[in-house]
């Protein structure tokens, strides 16, 4: 896997850990302040996140894509994850 590869897919997991540290549902759901970024910012991340998966495509590098979208699945999941770990006690 190329280190640009690598690159695109830690950018938009920092994007995507951004997102989740601020997300306005989440907060709300346990109590917290409420820190959550206007709209326009949320929706400038989201851009940002998917913009490598947009140069790719653009570069028509087909494989360095679908490695960055398993790639960016996968990390979404386990930023998810850890995000919820220790907060769903029954």
Known sequence: MG???????GFTAALVALL??????????YGAQSR????????????GALLPGAAFALA???AAFFLWF???AV?????A????????RS
């Open 3 to 9: 280190a640009l590869t690598l690159a695109a897919i």
């Open 70 to 72: 398993g790639g960016s």
């Open 60 to 62: 028509a590098d087909g």
């Open 81 to 88: 994850l850890l995000f919820s770990r220790g907060r769903q």
């Open 36 to 47: 959550a970024f206007p709209s326009a910012m949320r929706n400038a991340l989201i851009a």
């Open 20 to 29: 989740c540290l601020r997300d306005p549902k989440r907060q709300r759901a």
């Open 75 to 79: 990390a979404g999941w386990c930023i």
